[in-house]
């Protein structure tokens, strides 16, 4: 929504830290995917944090899911 563009948010998982930007989708409707970086994982079970990077004022996005794929080897 472009009330919440340009706010931060941070996913902390396995160690990494990834921090990213709310990109603008202009209503609350359409639910975009968008990536947020690349992390190694090791093997077992990690715990993964969604949060907001700034100060909280109003909603930050509507989160339908997190989708975690394996890198595409060549």
């Known amino acids: ?8 948010y941070q996913i902390k998982v396995a160690g990494n830290d ?3 930007e709310v990109e603008s989708t202009e ?15 090791p093997k077992g ?5 969604l949060r907001s990077a700034g100060s909280i004022e109003g909603e930050l996005f509507h ?11 060549k």
């Open 1 to 8: 929504h472009h009330d919440s563009a340009g706010k931060l």
């Open 18 to 20: 990834l921090q990213g």
């Open 27 to 41: 209503t609350w409707d359409p639910y975009v995917r968008r990536s947020a970086g690349t992390v190694e994982l």
């Open 45 to 49: 079970h990690a715990e993964l944090s």
């Open 63 to 73: 989160l339908r899911s997190v989708l975690l794929t394996p890198e595409q080897t």
